[in-house]
């Protein structure tokens, strides 16, 4: 059986609730995919208060924000349907998206897609980096925030942006030890107050150092760790050993856009923004008509502009569709300016670079 | 290896879920209501949930969200479960998997 519809969103993090909401708002008829068992992407783990202004929901905690919007999308009734547990896992030229909805594969063609598929973390190449107790950032976030279960007992934390800067501190919130968080550049690349925060604790931040190895015979027992000059090669005699039992990596995130790449969208490789992200209009429509993205898939931000774009692209699908509402002009104005306004600082500028290359059309 | 669940926090609650029975590898093992798989092995301290079929090295999860297949595992009989999203179900019979698997009849 084919599922006809106006517009499927594909992810459930803060961009796809947010296009969601936004298109059934306006009166289309919607549908989200979600691959997880519950809705709010990488926000159900985050515990801290947020930055930015109050329209993205400033100090509001991630977790909070997620619900908010969810139970908001349940407030449409009919006109929006969310599927958890169902992954999309194809996307053909004719516009077909299949689905494994709990285990049943099923097909959908809707006349509009946003893509907010969010990222995945990057890995680091090292000796044994393959043992067990080595985890992405946001894995021990998860097993932490939302299943209550500390990784282990001393954590070795590579990366000190504000992931790796925050995960820190979460794991002394549960009550897990942080022997140190290890960073390649000569300065850390999270805010202030975050390293503020861990540094009180107590933690060590080694800038310009490096892991060179993990070992353990059948989980990680130890690191070791140097210091590395400027062309990232470790200097001798300045190697140490770290007990810990779980190395935790946290060297960034890269789109996960598989599906824009199998849907035949015209993609740029920008480190700037993490790998390969879609080309995409002033309405983010990618270069297939009527496929739209938004969040950490059109490259590696924050949720805060996770949201607004996810506004910006549920209202243009459905403006598209007819469904164009009198508020339109002065929410799609609102949303532009909110997305300058959130890249305008100085810590902004390496987004701004990335972003200027995204144009098409 | 109860001193893995975290019971005081000072932002999050998490309740005492009821309790679900199951087994790794032969082994009766007890997880809760809400975890995955791979998380109430965790909480059982189990790091290792496979061997990779040709290096015969040892692996554990990375992602735990689904992105990154180091999870799989052999579930009810069935292989490539990835455990680190699949829910903990009563009952369930949770074996390490050290080859490619099988693939589910189709
Ligand atoms: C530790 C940490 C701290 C952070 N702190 C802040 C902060 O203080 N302020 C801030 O603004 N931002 C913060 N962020 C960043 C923010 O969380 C992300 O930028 C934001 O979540 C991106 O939103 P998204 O909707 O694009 O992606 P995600 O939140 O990643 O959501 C994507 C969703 O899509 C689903 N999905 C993926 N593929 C498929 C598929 N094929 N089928 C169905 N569903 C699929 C995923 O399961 C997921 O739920 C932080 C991130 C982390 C990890
Ligand atoms: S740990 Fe990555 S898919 Fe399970």
Excluded at chain 1, 47 to 65: L, M, N, P, Y
Excluded at chain 2, 50 to 79: D, E, Q, W
Aim: hydrophobic share 40%; charged share 20%; with cysteine.
């Amino acid at each position: 059986m084919m599922y006809k519809i106006d517009l499927v969103v594909i992810g459930g993090g803060p961009a796809g609730l947010m296009a969601a909401n936004t298109a059934a708002e306006a009166g289309a008829e919607v549908l989200l995919l979600e691959r997880d068992g519950h809705l709010g992407g990488q926000l159900v783990k985050q515990t801290h208060k947020f930055f930015g202004s109050e329209k993205q929901h400033a100090s509001v905690r991630g977790i909070d924000i997620s619900t908010m919007l969810g139970d908001r999308l349940d407030s449409f009734g009919d006109r929006a349907t969310v599927w958890k547990n169902a992954t999309a896992i194809g996307f053909y030229e004719d516009g077909v998206i299949t689905v494994d909805h709990d285990g049943v594969y099923k097909k959908v063609k809707p006349k509009r897609v946003v893509v907010a598929t969010g990222a995945s973390e990057k890995f680091l190449s090292f000796p044994n980096n393959d043992l067990p107790g080595i985890y992405g950032a946001g894995a021990v976030q998860t097993m932490m925030n939302v299943y209550g279960i500390r990784p282990g007992h001393r954590v070795l934390m590579i990366g000190a942006g504000n992931i790796g800067l925050i995960v820190s501190y979460q794991l002394m919130q549960a009550g897990v030890s942080v022997a140190a968080i290890v960073e390649g550049l000569p300065k850390i690349g999270g805010y202030a107050v975050h390293a503020g925060k861990v540094r009180r604790a107590g933690v060590p931040i080694l800038t310009s150092h490096t892991i060179l190895r993990a070992d353990g015979q059948e989980s990680v027992e130890r690191a070791t760790i140097a210091r590395i000059d400027r062309t990232w090669n470790a200097i001798p005699e300045t190697e140490r050993t770290i007990e810990c039992d779980v190395i935790c990596i946290s060297v960034g995130l890269t789109p996960l856009a598989e599906l824009l790449w199998q849907a035949g969208c015209e993609m740029r490789y920008i480190p700037a923004l993490g790998g390969s992200v879609p080309l995409r209009n002033d309405c983010l429509e990618t270069t297939v008509k009527g496929v739209y993205v938004a969040g950490d898939v059109t490259g590696i931000e924050e949720a805060s502009a996770a949201m607004v774009e996810g506004h910006l692209a549920g209202l243009e699908a459905a403006a598209s569709l007819g469904f164009k509402s009198d508020s339109y002009d002065a929410e799609r104005k609102d949303c532009m300016e909110q997305l300058t306004a959130l890249r305008s600082g100085p810590t902004a500028e390496k987004i701004r670079t990335g972003l200027a290359c995204t144009a098409c059309l | 290896m109860g001193d893995r669940r975290i019971t005081d926090h000072p932002i999050l609650d998490f309740d005492e879920g009821e309790v679900i029975h199951f087994t790794f590898d032969g082994k009766p093992m007890e997880g809760r209501e809400g975890d995955t798989i791979a998380s109430a092995l965790h909480a059982n301290g189990v790091k290792v949930l496979g061997y990779h079929f040709k290096t015969k090295r040892p692996r554990g999860f990375y992602c735990a969200i689904g992105n990154c297949s180091a999870c799989l595992m052999i579930v009810n009989g069935k292989s490539n479960v990835r455990t680190c999203t699949a829910p903990l179900l009563p009952g369930m019979v949770v074996e390490t998997q050290s080859d490619r698997g099988v693939p589910d009849d189709v």
